[in-house]
């Protein structure tokens, strides 16, 4: 599905979802999980492993993106918000499910 990456024009915070460059010249998109003095930490969606970005190496921020025919737009819809509140939010329920379904697979 086409996503609508924008530059940046606000101060980045949590939940917000950055296009960066990492160390191996991959580009990346992951979620803002925490802001620090000097980096962003990120990870991906469906991820348990946490990154952490230099500011000079954000590319831009996602603004948008479809889904089928429909746009959503990342600052104004509601239930995309919710979502980016909870993924970051219960990022622990997420690893222990991950963790549990390992030791059932066992």
């Known amino acids: 599905n086409p996503i609508i990456i924008s530059k940046l024009a606000s101060v ?8 960066f460059k990492d160390a191996s010249g991959k580009y990346l998109l992951h979620r803002i999980v925490k802001v620090t003095e000097n980096s ?8 348990i492993v946490t990154e952490c ?6 590319v831009g921020i996602l603004t948008g ?4 025919e429909k746009f959503i ?8 918000k919710i979502y980016s509140f909870w993924i970051t939010k219960y990022y ?3 690893v222990l ?3 549990i ?5 066992k």
């Open 12 to 19: 980045l915070k949590k939940c917000d979802v950055i296009l």
């Open 92 to 94: 622990y329920i997420r």
């Open 73 to 80: 737009d990342c600052k104004k819809n509601f239930a995309y």
């Open 65 to 68: 993106y479809y889904k089928g």
């Open 97 to 99: 499910k991950r963790k």
């Open 40 to 47: 962003y930490i990120t990870r991906g969606d469906n991820r």
């Open 101 to 105: 379904g390992s030791i059932i697979k």
């Open 53 to 58: 970005v230099n500011p000079g190496d954000v």
